[in-house]
């Protein structure tokens, strides 16, 4: 689950625990103080456990979800098609990102037609920088033109958030 702390007007994510009931409820009563302020943000779950979806669906201010393969694995899932449809069916309201597995483009192309395929809400996270630190451009505007909806994704460090 992502949640978004103000510190001197500048706005951050901070991961916390997979489970929305260990989620210290400052956190969360914080989070729903930054909502009722005049901002533009959206809020997306990000994790993969279908009950504490299903909990956090009960937010107001939640936009939608968004997942990885490595929360799957977490999470105990083994088959990515399953999970996902199941997702999309059980939240239709909701905008849901799945994220590719592979890293060469070609793959990553196929893999999110079929993603896209599963509904209107679903986007596609595609990792700005490849493993082997090749930018993903091309690709990226491939199936955007398409008509794909592209989440794109990058790892930061702490400081580069900071100096954000």
């Given at each position: 689950?992502?949640?978004?702390?103000?510190?001197?007007?500048?706005?951050?994510?901070?991961?916390?625990?997979?489970?929305?009931?260990?989620?210290?409820?400052?956190?969360?009563?914080?989070?729903?103080?930054?909502?009722?302020?005049?901002?533009n943000i959206k809020v997306y779950s990000d994790g993969a456990v279908i009950e504490d979806m299903q909990?956090?669906?009960?937010?107001?201010?939640?936009?939608?979800?968004?997942?990885?393969?490595?929360?799957?694995?977490?999470?105990?899932?083994?088959?990515y098609m399953e999970f996902a449809t199941k997702v999309v069916n059980e939240f239709p309201d909701y905008s849901i990102s799945f994220e590719v597995f592979s890293m060469d483009p070609q793959t990553m192309a196929q893999e999110a037609r079929i993603l896209s395929s599963l509904g209107d809400q679903v986007y596609v996270k595609i990792p700005v920088i490849n493993d082997q630190g090749e930018i993903n451009s091309e690709l990226i505007h491939q199936l955007s033109s398409e008509g794909i909806k592209v989440n794109v994704t990058a790892i930061t460090t702490t400081a580069e958030v900071q100096a954000a």
């Open positions: 689950m992502l949640t978004f702390l103000r510190k001197s007007g500048i706005i951050g994510i901070v991961k916390t625990n997979q489970k929305i009931g260990l989620v210290n409820q400052t956190l969360l009563t914080l989070l729903e103080d930054i909502i009722m302020q005049p901002l909990r956090m669906s009960q937010m107001d201010y939640l936009k939608g979800f968004t997942t990885n393969p490595s929360l799957m694995k977490r999470a105990g899932i083994t088959n």
